[in-house]
Structure formats: C-alpha cells, structure tokens
C-alpha cells in the first residue's frame, strides 16, 4: 500500500461515507479519527450539505480543519464563520431552476445556511430536515434567491428523471455550474469552482501540502472527482460499481464500519 505512506490528510464525505444509513456516527468512527489525529494525521469532511448541517460532527470528532459544505461551496470555520463562499451566476441559477421545475422535479434552493423549499411535505424534505437537523423556511418566491444561491437542487424519486435532469444540466450549464448527483434522489448545481476536486485543492494550498499526501473517501459519484485529485482514495462498499472503480482500494459498507476499517487498515 505504498500510495498510502505519507499522507498528512484524510478527507471525508458524510452521508454513506462518515455515517450510516441512518445517519449514525459509530463509536468506532470516533475512534478511528482520535487515532488518526493520534498519528498526526488531519482530518476534514466535505459534503452537499450546508455547513450547518455538518455542525454534529465538530464537537465529536474535534474537528478543527475548515468544513467544506455545498461540496466546496462554502467553506466555514468548525464555528461555522464562513471563510469563502462561492455563489452561483444567476443566469445560470435561473436557467437550473427552470429545467429543474420543466421537468418536474420538486426545487430546493440553499443560500449560504438557509435552506427554501416551496412546501413542507415536499419529497425528502422532512427526511433532510432529519439529516441536517434543522427546517428550512417556505417561500413562493424563488427568483429573489438566486442572486446569494449557493446550490440549486432538484428532488425526486423517480431515479431515472434524476439522471436526465442531470445530463441536460450539464449541457445547458457547461462551464458555468458544477451538476453533480450526491444521492440518487438528488442532483446539485453549484458554483463551478464547488466541486470535491476543488474542496482537495483547498486543502492542498492552505496546508502547504502536494494533493498526493491527501487521502479521500466517499461513496458518490461526486466524490469521483476528489478521488481522482488526491494521492490516495477509498470508496465505500456500498458506493455504485463506477465509484468504486475509479479509488485506489474499496472498503466495507458505511453500516458495516467501512468509514472505520478502512482509516485502521489503510491508515493507522
């Protein structure tokens, strides 16, 4: 395992990845990244989620690296002080919202840490409400956001609606946006430097590091790309078979303490 000798820094996705299913941070868990500290080695989580939403995990893991929400967003320090922020061009805000709503996906928009939606029992909005363990405010009014949105996101659980969604955002947005699915039921449109490629670089320049001593695990297919940008990567047992081939080694299920083996046997 030489591609792992050396590296000063682990960064982590959340959901599927840090956690379990149901959105449990294990004993284990913690333990892994006390001894990994212990080892002297960094760690940082990254995530679609705001950084408010990622706020649970400061205290137990004593995080003390900037938290990368929105998928490099929005960084934040562990107080939740935002550092940077990258919001999205509004014509390209307007034209995700358009194809996002045309094609009959429910909408949420995120500016900074506040979370819209049109309605409360909209889908997956009490189960992210859950997740991030805070409400998000009911507006009818979306194009007064989308000059500060930080991310975009159409819902559904009609999967294949997601991936189309998904293909015809890139095309229309190019260059301009970053689209990118953080669960099957979800496809996010941020700033085109909010990315999980871009949340490595971050790191990188701000510790003096070169990528190749960064560590990354995930199960997303937006995780592909911090993968494919840091020195060493690990993807979870219960990522899609294109996420696990494109890391350097593939770990056990995040119920099944993947998060945990794979920093003991990969990095302690």
Not at 66 to 72: E, M
Not at 232 to 238: C, E, F, L, Q, T
Request: hydrophobic letters at 45%.
């Amino acid at each position: 395992m030489a591609e792992f000798s050396g590296i000063k820094l682990l960064i982590s996705d959340v959901d599927g990845t840090l956690v379990t299913h149901a959105k449990l941070l294990t004993d284990r868990a913690r333990e892994a990244v006390r001894a990994l500290k212990a080892k002297g080695i960094r760690f940082a989580i990254t995530s679609g989620r705001p950084p408010r939403g990622m706020a649970m995990f400061v205290e137990p893991l004593a995080i003390v690296e900037p938290i990368a929400g929105f998928n490099g967003g929005v960084y934040t320090r562990p107080d939740l002080t935002v550092l940077e922020a990258y919001t999205l061009v509004p014509d390209a805000a307007s034209q995700a919202l358009a194809r996002i709503e045309a094609d009959g996906l429910d909408a949420w928009v995120y500016t900074g840490n506040d979370w819209y939606v049109r309605k409360l029992n909209g889908s997956h909005v009490e189960r992210e409400a859950r997740t991030v363990q805070f409400e998000p405010s009911v507006t009818a009014d979306f194009d007064a956001l989308l000059g500060q949105a930080t991310k975009l996101v159409g819902v559904s659980d009609d999967f294949a609606l997601v991936r189309r969604t998904d293909t015809e955002l890139r095309s229309a947005l190019g260059a301009r946006a970053s689209v990118s699915r953080s669960q099957d039921y979800y496809v996010d449109v941020t700033h085109r430097l909010a990315n999980k490629a871009e949340v490595v670089e971050y790191h990188a320049r701000r510790l003096g590091l070169s990528p190749d001593a960064i560590c990354t695990i995930g199960d997303g297919a937006n995780d592909v790309l911090m993968f494919a940008r840091s020195g060493a990567s690990i993807a979870m047992g219960n990522a899609p078979t294109e996420v696990q081939g494109q890391a350097s080694v593939v770990t056990d299920s995040c119920d099944d303490e993947g998060f945990a083996k794979a920093v003991e046997r990969y990095l302690l």
